[in-house]
Nanobody, 125 residues
Framework: EVQLVESGGGLVQAGGSLRLDCVASGFTFDDYAIGWFRQAPGKEREGVSY????????YYEDSVKGRFTISSDNAKNTVYLQMNSLKPEDTAVYYC??????????????????WGQGTQVTVSS
């Protein structure tokens, strides 16, 4: 059974930092891409960052580029999202999601099959 468990959310002041963890199980980690997504109240879910767990390549949406860093520890089947210089507009429930890598290994940003339960991030002004 595929499981994704997020942790690390919380309340932080603007300008602060948080690290989110996503622990994966039930699939071959190296064969998957993992993405972080978020959904703020009243808004649609949006992508944040993605990583190819095989070669470590990554991609960031413009809204977080330069502030967030995605990384993976394949020995621990865990993907991290380090979030620095947080802004009130980063407030959302953050989800990690997993999907098999495309044959080319190129990262994809939609259609992720497996999802975690989410963790709340609140940034106060």
């Amino acid at each position: 059974e595929v499981q994704l468990v997020e942790s690390g959310g919380g309340l932080v002041q603007a300008g602060g930092s948080l690290r989110l963890d996503c622990v994966a199980s039930g699939f071959t980690f190296d064969d998957y891409a993992i993405g972080w997504f978020r959904q703020a109240p009243g808004k649609e879910r949006e992508g944040v960052s993605y990583i190819n767990c095989n070669d470590g390549s990554s991609y960031y949406e413009d809204s977080v580029k330069g502030r967030f860093t995605i990384s993976s520890d394949n020995a621990k089947n865990t993907v991290y999202l380090q979030m620095n210089s947080l802004k009130p507009e980063d407030t959302a429930v953050y989800y990690c999601a997993a999907d098999p890598l495309t044959p080319s290994g190129q990262l994809h940003f939609r259609g992720y099959e497996y999802w975690g339960q989410g963790t709340q991030v609140t940034v106060s002004s």
